[in-house]
C-alpha cells in the first residue's frame, strides 16, 4: 500500500527515537516505523479486531507495545515521553481495512473522508494536540493526519493521494509541527508552499489617507510578522493548480492576478516569481505604509502587527510623532 506520509514519517525515524503511533488501521505506518529501526513503537488501538491484528503483528518485535483503548483515555496514563507522535483515527467505524476494495467500497470510505463530523467528534479530534503536550519530548514531531483542517500555522506538503476513484480529490494537505517551550509550532524552512500559504499577507490599493496603500489580503493577528521575506533563491517557481487550490482562497486569486496563469483543470501550472529577501511582489513593504502615528497597525521598525487587522483594511505604520505633527 502506498505510504502518502512518507516525509513526514522519514522526520520522526531513526534508531534513536520513541514513537507514537495512534490508530493501527492498515498497519502502513506502524510497520514503516519499526523497518526505520526506531528506538521504540508504542501503538494505541481503540477497534479490538484491529488491536488483535496489531498484536499479531507485534509478536516478534521486543520494541514494540500495542495497547488498547481509547487515546483520550490512554495518554494520561503513559510514562514515557516521545519523539514523534501520529494519529490517523478517523474512519468509518466498520471500516474493513481491506487493500483489495471494491469501486463502490472506495467511494464509501471516501465519502465518509469528506463529510463534515459531529461536532463531538471534531471537538475530541483537535483537542489530541493538548493531550500530547505532557508527552513530547523537546523537538517532538507531531502529525495528525485532518491537521490542516484545524491549525493554520503548520509545516506542510502536499502529497499524491489518489485512490483510483474518479471524482475524489487527488491530494492531501499533510501537516505537521514541532514541540519547543511546552507548545506545538511551525518551524521555519525554505518551501515555496509554505511560504506562499503564510506569507503572501497584503496588496496595493488606492489610499482614502493618502495616495496608494497597503491593505490586509487576509485576516492579520496581533504579533504575527506581516511581510515574511523569501529566503530562498531568485526563481520562477510552478505549482500544479491541485496543490493551489490548498492555499488560502485570497491568496490563490491574488497569484493568478498577479501572474495571469490560464486555468483548465487540475493539472494546469501556476507560474509565479518568487525574490530572494522581498516580500512575494514587495521588495520594501515597510515603506509603503501610510502612518496613523501612534495608532498604527503595524510596527514600522520590525514588521509586526500590533494589534488585528482585518482583511480588506488598510496596513498603517507607528512611525512619525503626532504629538509634534499636532503642533504645526
Not at 20 to 25: A, F, I
Not at 110 to 117: H, S
Not at 280 to 309: H, M, R, W
Request: contains cysteine; negative net charge; proline residues 3%.
Amino acid at each position: 500500500m502506498v505510504i502518502f506520509e512518507r516525509e513526514v514519517l522519514d522526520l520522526m525515524s531513526s534508531p534513536q527515537k520513541d514513537i507514537l503511533d495512534v490508530g493501527y488501521g492498515w498497519g502502513v505506518t506502524s510497520d514503516y516505523f519499526y523497518n526505520k529501526g526506531v528506538n521504540s513503537l508504542t501503538i494505541i488501538e481503540i477497534r479490538k479486531d484491529i488491536y488483535n491484528k496489531a498484536l499479531k503483528w507485534a509478536l516478534d518485535k521486543p520494541n514494540v507495545k500495542v495497547i488498547y483503548g481509547d487515546w483520550i483515555d490512554i495518554i494520561p496514563t503513559l510514562d514515557k515521553k516521545f519523539d514523534g507522535i501520529y494519529m490517523d483515527t478517523f474512519c468509518p467505524e466498520d471500516e474493513s481495512f481491506d487493500i483489495n476494495k471494491s469501486e463502490e467500497e472506495q467511494k464509501k470510505m471516501l465519502d465518509y473522508f469528506l463529510k463534515e463530523p459531529s461536532e463531538k467528534e471534531w471537538n475530541k479530534y483537535i483537542s489530541f494536540e493538548d493531550y500530547c503536550k505532557p508527552i513530547a519530548k523537546e523537538g517532538c514531531i507531531l502529525s495528525i493526519y485532518e491537521y490542516s483542517k484545524f491549525k493554520k500555522d503548520l509545516n506542510f506538503t502536499i502529497v499524491d493521494t489518489d485512490w483510483g476513484v474518479d471524482g475524489y480529490p487527488k491530494n492531501h494537505k499533510f501537516g505537521w509541527t514541532y514541540f519547543y517551550d511546552g507548545k506545538f509550532t511551525k518551524q521555519q524552512r525554505i518551501d515555496v508552499t509554505e511560504y506562499l500559504d503564510s506569507s503572501v499577507k497584503s496588496y496595493l490599493r488606492a489610499s482614502k489617507v493618502h495616495g496608494i496603500g497597503l491593505f490586509a489580503l487576509v485576516d492579520i493577528k496581533k504579533g504575527e510578522e506581516v511581510f515574511p521575506k523569501w529566503k530562498g533563491k531568485t526563481d520562477w517557481y510552478k505549482l500544479k493548480f491541485s496543490e493551489a487550490k490548498h492555499l488560502p482562497v485570497e491568496v490563490l486569486q491574488y497569484i493568478l492576478r498577479s501572474f495571469g496563469s490560464k486555468i483548465v483543470s487540475d493539472d494546469s501550472e501556476i507560474s509565479f516569481k518568487l525574490t530572494k529577501d522581498c516580500n512575494f511582489l514587495l521588495s520594501e513593504p515597510l515603506c509603503l505604509l501610510n502612518t496613523q502615528y501612534e495608532e498604527g497597525s503595524v510596527d514600522s521598525k520590525t514588521g509586526i502587527a500590533i494589534k488585528d487587522i482585518n482583511k480588506d483594511e488598510e496596513i498603517f505604520g507607528n512611525y512619525g510623532n503626532s504629538s509634534q505633527i499636532k503642533l504645526l
